[in-house]
T-cell receptor, first 111, second 117 residues
Framework: DAKTTQPNSMESNEEEPVHLPCNHS???????IHWYRQLPSQGPEYVIH???SNVNNRMASLAIAEDRKSSTLILHRATLRDAAVYYC????????????FGSGTKLNVKP | GAVVSQHPSWVICKSGTSVKIECRSLDFQATTMFWYRQFPKQSLMLMATSNEGSKATYEQGVEKDKFLINHASLTLSTLTVTSAHPEDSSFYIC?????????????FGPGTRLTVT
């Protein structure tokens, strides 16, 4: 299974942008890049996903490198409620769309 | 958005007993559901894939006779932890795959905290 590498933790100030990186150098051509986040004692929450092009939604933006070997989740204005563990996951058609979670990045937002 | 519920949200049981956890997709049909386990300060570990009307497929290292999965309908999957032991204490999370939209997303339940004494 294609693996992802993320920093263990990051810190941000409230109302500032946050860029969360993810490396996935072994990504295959059909793997989608998904981002989920998990608050303590809760199930993961969908954030965004993409294949090749950059994506935007109400929660965040996803910037995908041209060679697709890395991506960046962008929170435009971090709030205290954005403090969570962020997971970057590759979803492949050839592994029955299973999600294999890596260790994720714990984001701490300072007021 | 799509909602997935789990019941119970937490459960305490004695060693040697069995515990059933339910996972329901409330407003969509899910032909595929997934079960995960998460130990404190660790990431989610995929345990098994549950397909409606067929046998579940288990990840390597997961005992199928210990973690019984039944996916009886398009909105319900159950995980039964049989002969539970303290080392089975964990946070169990299910997800349901929504295929009715082009997004083809997985929606996660809130999790069930199992404590085996």
């Amino acid at each position: 299974d294609a693996k992802t590498t993320q920093p263990n933790s990051m810190e941000s100030n409230e109302e500032e942008p946050v860029h969360l990186p993810c490396n996935h150098s072994t990504i295959s051509g059909t793997d989608y890049i998904h981002w989920y986040r998990q608050l303590p004692s809760q199930g993961p929450e969908y954030v965004i996903h993409g294949l090749t092009s950059n994506v935007n939604n109400r929660m965040a933006s996803l910037a995908i490198a041209e060679d697709r070997k890395s991506s960046t989740l962008i929170l435009h204005r971090a709030t205290l409620r954005d403090a969570a563990v962020y997971y970057c996951i590759l979803r492949g058609e050839y592994n029955f769309n299973k999600f294999y979670f890596g260790s994720g990045t714990k984001l701490n937002v300072k007021p | 958005g799509a909602v997935v519920s789990q019941h119970p949200s937490w459960v305490i049981c004695k060693s040697g007993t069995s515990v059933k956890i339910e996972c329901r997709s409330l407003d969509f049909q899910a032909t595929t559901m997934f079960w995960y386990r998460q130990f404190p300060k660790q990431s989610l570990m995929l345990m098994a894939t549950s397909n409606e009307g067929s046998k579940a497929t288990y990840e390597q290292g997961v005992e199928k006779d210990k973690f019984l999965i039944n996916h009886a309908s398009l909105t319900l999957s159950t995980l039964t932890v049989t002969s539970a032991h303290p080392e089975d204490s964990s946070f169990y999370i299910c997800s349901a795959r929504a295929t009715y939209t082009l997004l083809d997303e997985q929606y996660f339940g809130p999790g069930t905290r199992l404590t085996v004494t």
